[in-house]
């Protein structure tokens, strides 16, 4: 079976980033990623690089920023004045805070704290990141009629989230 659009497609991957080869994240540890293919649940650049793949295949992908989380964007970095977080027990810089806006939380991560201010950063944190993903294929299978409605996979149990 090859993968297409509504199909629960079960992958191993690890995923570097390209500029500094750092190792970002890898699903190696945990059971593989389960997810159903045509409904936007990853990354376009890897959902399109999965398409026709087969069980047993494995590849690598290099995903320019555009096709993954996006460049990253000015509009999302602020400045905020110390004072107005002196309510934290500490702040420093990797930290994520969670701000109520308009459109309902956000993540900002601080990226630099000088005396007097901090700088928070609402990007994806893997915005204008081009990354390169290696890729086994673990399983595909016919999506359920639940799942189509849904929109996401389901696990063994009919695990939901
Ligand atoms: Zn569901």
Request: charged share 25%.
């Amino acid at each position: 079976m090859t993968i297409a659009n509504n199909k629960i497609v079960t992958i191993h991957y690890k995923l570097v980033d390209a500029q500094s080869g750092d190792l970002i994240e890898s699903s190696k540890d945990r059971p593989a990623m389960a997810y159903l293919h045509g409904a936007n649940n990853l990354i376009p650049g890897l959902e399109k690089a999965l398409e026709g793949k087969k069980v047993g295949d494995e590849f690598e992908v290099t995903i320019a920023p555009e096709d993954a989380y996006g460049e990253h964007s000015e509009n999302g970095v602020h400045k905020v004045p110390l004072e107005e977080l002196k309510d934290l027990e500490k702040i420093e810089v990797g930290m994520v805070l969670t701000a109520q806006t308009e459109n309902g939380p956000a993540n900002l991560q601080v990226t630099e704290v000088s005396e007097t201010e901090v700088t928070v950063d609402a990007n994806h944190p893997l915005a204008g990141k081009t990354l390169i993903f290696s890729v086994s294929v673990e399983a595909v299978r016919d999506a359920s009629a639940e799942e189509l409605e849904h929109g996401h996979a389901h696990g063994p149990e009919g695990h939901h989230h």
